[in-house]
C-alpha cells in the first residue's frame, strides 16, 4: 500500500495564479484533512471531510476550496495565490469514528508551496 | 493561550540519555495524540491515548487526564531520535473528528 500520496511535492507560484494539490489514499478511510504547517505554528486544519461528497471547513479556511468527489481523493484548491499561503501543505486520512481504531491519522509526505 | 502547550519548545541531549516532553493542554479530551515529525518533513503517529500509559519500543506515553498532561518519554536515547515531536488534542465532544495540534518540541540528540 502506498499510504496517502500528495502531488506535487513541491511548487512555486506566481501572486494570483491558481493550483491543485491532491491528496491520494488507499486504505479506504472515511475522513481527510488538509493542513498547512508554518513556522512557530502548530499545523492547522484547512478544510476536512468525512465523507465522499462531503466537505467542511477547518481553522484557516479562507483562500482555499476542496473536493471529495471519490472516497480515496480529496483535493486543495488555491484560486488566486497569495504570498500569506507559502506554506507546507499536508494531507491526512483516518478511519471513521470507531473506539477500536480510535481516530489515528495517517499523513502524506507534504507540499512545499512558495508564492512570489 | 494555545490550548495545546508542550515544554521544551528545544531540547538537546547526549546519547543514551532519558528524554521527557511535556505536553499541557486547556480542555476537555477525548484522546491525545503523539506524533513524530522527521528532519525530512514526513509525519508519523506514535500513540493515541485516552488514559494511563502506552509503551512502543523505547518510547512510553503517559496521560493524566485531571491534571490536563501528558508525557511522552525515551529511554537510551539514540541521535536517530532526533526529530520535533508533536502532540495534539481531540475534543471531548462525541464525534469531534478534528485535532488541535501543539506547535512541538525538536529533539537533538548528538553521538
Known amino acids: 500500500n502506498a499510504g496517502v500520496t500528495q502531488t506535487p511535492k513541491f511548487r512555486v507560484l506566481k501572486t494570483g495564479q491558481s493550483m491543485t494539490l491532491l491528496c491520494a489514499q488507499d486504505?479506504?478511510?472515511?475522513?481527510m484533512y488538509w493542513y498547512r504547517q508554518d513556522p512557530g505554528m502548530g499545523l492547522r486544519l484547512i478544510h476536512y471531510s468525512v465523507g465522499e461528497g462531503t466537505t467542511a471547513k477547518g481553522e484557516v479556511p479562507d483562500g482555499y476550496n476542496v473536493s471529495r468527489l471519490k472516497k480515496q481523493n480529496f483535493l486543495l484548491g488555491l484560486e488566486s495565490a497569495a504570498p500569506s499561503q507559502t506554506s507546507v501543505y499536508f494531507c491526512a486520512s483516518s478511519y471513521s469514528e470507531s473506539l477500536l481504531r480510535g481516530y489515528e491519522q495517517y499523513f502524506g509526505p507534504g507540499t512545499r508551496l512558495t508564492v512570489t | 493561550k494555545n490550548e495545546v502547550e508542550q515544554s521544551p519548545q528545544n531540547l538537546t541531549a547526549q546519547e543514551g540519555e532519558f528524554i521527557t516532553i511535556n505536553c499541557s493542554y486547556s480542555?476537555?479530551?477525548?484522546?491525545l495524540h503523539w506524533l513524530q515529525q522527521h528532519p525530512g518533513g514526513g509525519i508519523v503517529s506514535l500513540f493515541m491515548?485516552?488514559?494511563g500509559k502506552k509503551k512502543h519500543g523505547r518510547l512510553i506515553a503517559t496521560i493524566n487526564i485531571q491534571e490536563k498532561h501528558s508525557s511522552l518519554h525515551i529511554t537510551a536515547s539514540h541521535p536517530r531520535d532526533s526529530a520535533v515531536y508533536i502532540c495534539?488534542?481531540?475534543?471531548?465532544?462525541?464525534?469531534?473528528?478534528?485535532?488541535?495540534f501543539g506547535t512541538g518540541t525538536r529533539l537533538t540528540i548528538i553521538p
Open positions: 495534539a488534542v481531540r475534543g471531548a465532544n462525541f464525534g469531534n473528528e478534528k485535532l488541535t
Open positions: 480542555v476537555g479530551i477525548s484522546a
Open positions: 491515548l485516552s488514559s
Open positions: 486504505m479506504n478511510h472515511e475522513y
